[in-house]
Each structure stands twice: as C-alpha cells, then as structure tokens.
C-alpha cells in the first residue's frame, strides 16, 4: 500500500500557464495532478492512454468533438485514448486528479 500525498490538490504554477506533477507511476498506470488557474488555456493534446479526471476545487468546461460539460467538484470524467478534450472557461482554479491507464506515456512510440 502507498498514499500518495498532494495528489488532487491545488498547487498554483509558477512560471507557467498550468501545472502537471506526476504522483505515482506503475506499468499499469498513473497519478498526478493538473491544476490551470482562473482565466487558464489548457494547452493538452490527446493521450495514448484511457484518462480519468477526478475534480478535487475549482470550475470550468470540458470540450471535446463530441459534447461540451460544465465539471465541478466530485466529477469523474472517463476521457478514451486519442480522443481530443480541452477545458476551457476556467472560471476557479482548478485542480485534477488524473489518473492514466496504462502509465502516461507508456504508448507513446518514442518512449
């Protein structure tokens, strides 16, 4: 067993736009934590791997191809490999947990 301490938890970035920290990382999966403050651009790219986004603070949109959501506090959102999502209208910051299965990256073909 290990607690992973900080994970999910606003951390305002310094010096850029948003905040990635990866928390855990396993073969099968992934932890970590994005935060994107008031007003942000979130600037991500569709990931090889299947994503869970748990909303620990703030508010905004999630737009993907396919639907627009307003997320919030408690939302757990299933994002699927390779399908483009953004959050936009930050209207809180806000503070994700992600967690990624397989670990991020772990399909990409570079890595």
């Known amino acids: 067993m290990q607690i992973i301490k900080g994970a999910g938890q606003w951390n305002a970035p310094t010096g850029a736009q948003n905040d990635w920290v990866e928390n855990l990382r396993v073969p099968d999966l992934s932890v970590g934590t994005y935060c ?16 869970i986004y748990v909303v620990t603070s703030g508010r905004a949109k999630l737009v993907t191809p396919g639907h627009t959501a307003e997320v919030g506090p408690g939302a757990v959102i299933f994002v699927p490999a390779g399908e483009d999502h953004r959050f936009e209208d930050v209207t809180e910051d806000l503070a994700l947990l992600v967690v990624f299965g397989p670990a991020y990256g772990s399909r990409t073909p570079d890595r």
């Open 36 to 51: 994107i403050p008031v007003g942000g651009v979130d600037t991500q790219s569709p990931h090889t791997e299947d994503e």
